[in-house]
């Protein structure tokens, strides 16, 4: 059973213009996610998270909301980039359940391209 | 200050055989913890170290084990391969091993098992 799920397998947009990729998870006691970008032949590179006591991260072009109720979160990137072309993964935690790195659980992730 | 480091990059293997691939992580931290990347199944938590003792271990057989040295340098060990244990694995570092710091991840070493 999946527990952090991405729906969209890819994702095309225009240079320029917002990226929205989605997230959803199943597991209530997540209270900690995680976005991380990857480049083909590279290790997956962090880029932002958030705490299930906020509903809204940014830094710099990238903002995460997350929406406990539906239980669901989202990555903006605005405004898109060639070089944002990678795909992203998302991941959850039960931090506050004794958690710790090895309790991510990752999405199958969303490959992005942004188109020139 | 280099990054994580896997080796080998590449690594092919007959069915039956055993593999080891190594990580050695970032100066200073003390947390290695491994995945397995596959088309299908994404990224799957292995099992994480730190400070040479076994702290998480995800839903692999036993056939799956790793251990991590004083110097926090971490292998993890496949015995008797698989064709499906064909994958990316990638290892991760940290400073304490906590999600709400930042991992950095190496490059992966990939296995194909034939």
């Known amino acids: 059973d999946q527990q952090v799920k991405q729906n969209s397998p890819s994702l095309s947009v225009q240079e320029g213009r917002i990226s929205i990729l989605n997230c959803d998870y199943t597991?209530?006691?997540?209270?900690?996610f995680l976005w991380y970008k990857k480049y083909p032949a590279e290790g997956p590179t962090f880029l932002i998270s958030?705490?299930?006591?906020?509903d809204k991260n940014e830094d710099g072009r990238f903002t995460v909301f997350l929406n406990k109720s539906a239980k669901h979160l989202s990555l903006h990137i605005v405004p898109s980039q060639p070089g944002d072309s990678a795909v992203y993964f998302c991941?959850?935690?039960?931090?506050?359940?004794?958690?710790?790195?090895?309790?991510?659980?990752f999405g199958k992730g969303t490959k992005l391209s942004v188109k020139p | 200050k280099a990054g994580v480091t896997q080796t080998p990059r590449y690594l092919i293997k007959t069915r039956g055989q055993q593999v080891t691939l190594s990580c050695s992580p970032i100066?200073?931290?003390?947390?290695v913890s491994w995945y397995q990347q596959t088309p299908g199944q994404g990224l799957q938590f292995l099992f994480e170290?730190?400070?040479?003792?076994?702290?998480n271990k995800g839903n692999f057989p036993g056939r799956f084990s790793g251990r991590q040295f004083s110097n926090s340098r971490s292998e993890m060990n496949v015995s008797t391969l698989e064709l499906g244990d064909s994958a990316l694995y990638l290892c991760?570092?940290?400073?304490?091993?906590?999600?709400?710091?930042?991992?950095?991840f190496g490059q992966g070493t990939r296995l194909t098992v034939v």
């Open positions: 991760a570092s940290s400073s304490q091993g906590w999600v709400n710091t930042e991992a950095f």
């Open positions: 170290y730190f400070s040479e003792t076994q702290r």
């Open positions: 991941a959850a935690s039960a931090v506050g359940y004794g958690g710790s790195q090895g309790n991510l659980i």
């Open positions: 597991n209530s006691m997540f209270d900690y």
């Open positions: 958030i705490s299930s006591i906020k």
């Open positions: 100066s200073g931290h003390r947390s």
